[in-house]
């Protein structure tokens, strides 16, 4: 089961090299559709979608695995896109050991099926709208393309559907800033959170292309707990979990990654880096509305002490991927640290066997494989 999953799972981290048309806030390169599905489910996090809805997300883009983003001011053969769509579907989700499950996930959220379908689609329509108008400095062509998605586009139904919205959007395009209120902050709390995409992580990309960043990851691992979920032990709420795992790397928005392996593993979990990405969380999470920020700082202190059952299969996830990106990436980040078989049982092992330790069964066997043939 394992092996099934971790090949899906493996197959999932090429969405993270799918270039989108959209670009960060800071403008300084395209979007790509991983870190765009980590902003969309946190997006729906923030406007309060249900667990079921934050799932569609996670997948909804896997298909552009195989067959690319279609930008939306682009013509497309939609009837031949939605054969290789489904083409896509089946190979990609077919590699999973509940591959039914997620499949017909897929498609409830293409079909707008039910009511978090719905809610899925317009987080993932809004977010791109916003992504625009938020920017520093929004390149004069992806404003004309959002007037035009507003207007006529995709976009039009949030008149009717998400008015406040809709209003908001517009308010932007006209120069002027959002009304103050709840859904002001909420936006500025996404943008924010835009910055999350150009903090680099240690590890990999399987294909050894570059590092990955600390939005795909928190990508990656919600995606984890979304297919691993089944193997958490008792009183684990894997929603719960995937929601800790969206946000449970924000702070190195102010703090950066540090990671495992540096300074003898010793900077990770000093005094000094805890008191920085308490601070941060604090910063970052206060620029929601109340109760909302304190909910969400609660859940973040929740994964930091890793004492309930939630959060121990968080962490035990949290460990567990880095290493298998350095397991399928020929261990390139273990080198650049000249890491140990043994430095990653201690400071691996531990946490994923206590979250889940046929999960730690597996990954050692690997670990064992690799360290002895390097």
């Not at 089961?1 to 493996?10: I, S």
């Not at 017909?104 to 379908?117: I, Q, T």
Request: aromatic share 6%.
């Amino acid at each position: 089961m394992l092996d099934d999953a971790f090949a899906f799972l493996c197959e999932a981290d090429r969405l993270k090299s799918v270039h989108r048309a959209s670009v960060l806030m800071d403008l300084s390169r395209p979007e790509n559709s991983a870190e765009h599905s980590w902003h969309v489910a946190l997006w729906a996090m923030v406007m309060g979608a249900s667990d079921r809805a934050i799932a569609m997300i996670l997948i909804h883009d896997l298909v552009e695995i195989d067959t690319g983003d279609q930008p939306i001011h682009l013509d497309h053969d939609v009837a031949g896109l939605a054969i290789a769509e489904a083409a896509a579907a089946d190979r990609i989700f077919g590699l999973a050991p509940d591959g039914a499950r997620l499949a017909a996930l897929w498609r409830d959220f293409e079909g707008r099926a039910d009511a978090a379908a719905v809610t899925a689609k317009r987080m993932d329509h809004a977010q791109p709208i916003f992504q625009v108008l938020q920017a520093r400095d929004p390149i004069p062509d992806h404003v004309r393309i959002v007037r035009d998605n507003l207007s006529a586009g995709r976009a039009a139904r949030f008149e009717r559907e998400w008015p406040q919205g809709w209003q908001a959007a517009h308010a932007l395009l006209s120069g002027q800033e959002v009304a103050q209120g709840d859904l002001a902050r909420r936006l500025a709390f996404l943008a924010e959170a835009d910055a999350l995409k150009g903090v680099l992580r240690a590890n990999r990309l399987l294909d050894g292309s570059r590092r990955e960043n600390s939005a795909e990851h928190s990508w990656h691992l919600a995606l984890y707990a979304l297919v691993l979920g089944g193997l958490a032990g008792p009183g684990v709420d894997p929603g719960r979990v995937i929601r800790m795992l969206l946000i449970h790397d924000l702070v190195e928005i102010d703090v950066g990654d540090v990671p495992l392996h540096s300074a003898g593993g010793q900077a990770h979990g000093s005094a000094a880096i805890q008191a920085a990405e308490e601070a941060a969380a604090r910063r970052l999470f206060g620029l929601l509305p109340d109760p909302q920020g304190q909910q969400m700082l609660t859940l973040w202190q929740e994964f930091e002490a890793a004492a309930s059952p939630d959060a121990v299969f968080a962490k035990a996830l949290d460990r567990c991927q880095p290493a298998v990106q350095n397991l399928r990436s020929g261990g390139a980040g273990w080198v650049e640290y000249d890491v140990t078989l043994a430095q990653v049982e201690s400071r691996v092992g531990p946490w994923v066997e206590r979250g889940c330790a046929p999960l730690w069964q597996w990954l050692h066997h690997g670990l064992r494989a690799h360290f002895a043939g390097s």
